[in-house]
């Protein structure tokens, strides 16, 4: 059996609210089904693929799901099935090449100029699909001494004028945490741009407090964030104001999503959500191809329809609301578009 989720403990005067939020997260994938009144699914959950890669998903985003419909696209992205336990050719443990990337603990190297580091193994949602479901988290995190050795690495390559933190989640970090380790590359001087890429504006937006703000309007850099967000559901009023909050901050904001078989393959999903991110102030910016790691070939979408739907989707919106449709290939300076 998966252990039920522990109980919400009083908001405490020195945890903020958001860690109080990502506490209380729905753990238990027949709690999940009950909030939704979804019980009728539950013998489609498998036990195995959650002790495999746990359920976690905050119950604001859960509010965002709708009550009654086993096809929610909010719902299938974190739901695990049975599914993720068939083998599939061409799908592996490590599908976009991260180790042989790699150039010191936590730090990846892939394409010129940018160096990124897996700053946590935290998540405030474990998407099914992640690429990164069984990366070695307990041995390659950039904060693990510190940041001194990725910071050091950093440093002795004047090549690298932009850091990209990466995760797991980097916001999910203390906020503290995080200004340790621009404190320590504020001394680099061929830093020239900051990016982060995080979900949780999304899926957590009460992350986006005061401290996060005071600290990301200090930074030396101009800052991008890249959010995700793969359905157009995933956005409320919540998220809207947090999104505004990040952009008065001085941080732009863009969006990256992965075409999903069941949440976002059609021409009207992915229109939905270049227009309502656009409208909370995020830039349309990839739409990758599925990574094909063990576990999510049933999320795939074919190479042909994929084409088929983004020519549907350019010829439908403006250019600027139109994701480039890309594919990160092992070994390639960049990511190929398709």
């Known amino acids: 059996?998966?252990?039920?989720?522990?109980?919400?403990?009083?908001?405490?005067?020195?945890?903020?609210?958001?860690?109080?939020?990502?506490?209380?997260?729905?753990?238990?994938?027949?709690?999940?089904?009950?909030m939704l009144g979804l019980e009728a699914l539950a013998d489609r959950v498998s036990d195995q693929a959650a002790l495999q890669f746990p359920l976690r998903v905050p119950r604001g985003f859960v509010a965002r799901m709708q009550h009654g419909d086993p096809r929610d696209?909010?719902?299938?992205?974190?739901?695990?099935?049975?599914?993720?336990?068939?083998?599939?050719?061409?799908?592996?443990?490590?599908?976009?090449?991260d180790?042989?990337?790699?150039?010191?603990?936590?730090?990846?190297?892939?394409?010129?100029?940018?160096?990124?580091?897996?700053?946590?193994?935290?998540?405030?949602?474990n998407c099914r699909y992640c690429f990164r479901r069984h990366f070695p988290y307990a041995e390659e995190t950039a904060a693990r001494d510190g940041w001194?050795?990725?910071?050091?690495?950093?440093?002795?390559?004047?090549?690298?004028?932009?850091?990209?933190?990466?995760?797991?989640?980097?916001?999910?970090?203390a906020t503290p945490k995080?200004?340790?380790?621009?404190?320590?590359?504020?001394?680099?001087?061929?830093?020239?741009?900051?990016?982060?890429?995080s979900r949780l504006p999304v899926v957590l937006p009460e992350r986006i407090d005061d401290a996060l703000l005071?600290?990301?309007?200090?930074?030396?850099w101009p800052v991008a964030i890249v959010v995700h967000a793969n359905h157009a559901n995933e956005f409320d009023a919540h998220v809207d104001a947090a999104l505004a909050r990040l952009?008065?901050?001085?941080?732009?904001?863009?969006?990256?999503?992965?075409?999903?078989?069941?949440?976002?393959?059609?021409?009207?999903?992915?229109a939905a959500l270049s227009e309502r991110g656009y409208a909370a102030g995020v830039l349309p910016y990839y739409?990758?191809?599925?990574?094909?790691?063990?576990?999510?070939?049933?999320?795939?979408?074919?190479?042909?329809?994929?084409?088929?739907?983004?020519?549907?989707?350019?010829?439908?919106?403006s250019g600027y609301l139109v994701p480039k449709l890309v594919r990160e290939v092992p070994g390639d300076p960049g990511k190929r578009p398709l």
Not at 80 to 92: K, S, T, V, W, Y
Not at 214 to 220: Q, V
């Open 287 to 317: 739409l990758h191809q599925l990574d094909r790691v063990q576990g999510v070939a049933h999320y795939e979408v074919a190479d042909d329809e994929a084409r088929a739907l983004h020519a549907a989707l350019a010829a439908r919106l």
């Open 148 to 173: 001194h050795e990725a910071v050091e690495l950093i440093r002795a390559d004047a090549g690298i004028d932009e850091v990209i933190l990466s995760g797991g989640d980097p916001l999910s970090l």
């Open 99 to 125: 180790s042989l990337a790699r150039t010191g603990p936590g730090v990846i190297q892939k394409y010129r100029g940018r160096a990124l580091l897996v700053a946590t193994g935290s998540c405030a949602v």
């Open 178 to 197: 995080l200004a340790e380790l621009t404190a320590a590359l504020a001394g680099i001087p061929h830093i020239r741009r900051l990016r982060i890429h």
């Open 1 to 34: 059996m998966i252990p039920a989720a522990p109980l919400p403990q009083p908001l405490s005067p020195s945890r903020p609210r958001w860690q109080q939020a990502w506490r209380e997260a729905v753990r238990d994938p027949r709690e999940l089904l009950a």
């Open 73 to 97: 696209p909010l719902l299938r992205q974190v739901l695990p099935l049975d599914d993720e336990l068939r083998a599939a050719p061409g799908f592996g443990l490590d599908a976009v090449g």
């Open 247 to 270: 952009r008065d901050a001085g941080a732009a904001l863009l969006n990256q999503a992965v075409l999903l078989r069941g949440v976002n393959d059609s021409v009207d999903a992915l």
């Open 214 to 220: 005071g600290w990301l309007s200090a930074l030396p």
